[in-house]
């Protein structure tokens, strides 16, 4: 797990559970590419409320049929791994934001033996 460890760049993508691509949720095809591009790791944070690019306001309202809720993905990598996934992938990202953060991984366990 050592080259999971040390300072890496954590790259944030902003998108909406309605977002969709090839007719498919945006999020899930996104996992696949990040899948297929071996990055570190993904995590998929669903909001509760947000403010988006229009300046509306997103947020849960129990008696809604239809949900438009903000969902964030985060993945840790190396710099040089980041670009390269977003040089191949952003065109996929119809409206949303990208951000990218320094970030230093201290700790990173895992159960499975011997994947240094």
């Given at each position: 797990m ?25 999020w ?12 570190a790791g ?6 509760s ?21 903000p ?24 409206e ?11 700790r990173?366990?895992?159960?499975t033996?011997?994947?240094?």
């Amino acid at each position: 797990m050592k080259r999971y460890l040390g300072s890496k760049k954590v790259m944030r993508i902003y998108l909406d559970n309605s977002d969709i691509f090839d007719g498919k949720p945006l999020w899930q095809e996104l996992f696949k590419k990040i899948k297929e591009e071996n990055l570190a790791g993904a995590t998929l944070i669903k909001a509760s409320a947000g403010i988006g690019v229009h300046s509306e306001l997103h947020t849960f309202e129990i008696w809604s049929l239809s949900q438009k809720l903000p969902i964030i993905i985060e993945v840790i990598d190396s710099e040089d791994n980041i670009y390269r996934f977003l040089e191949r992938y952003d065109s996929m990202i119809g409206e949303g934001l990208v951000t990218l953060s320094d970030i230093d991984v201290i700790r990173y366990k895992s159960v499975t033996k011997g994947r240094d």
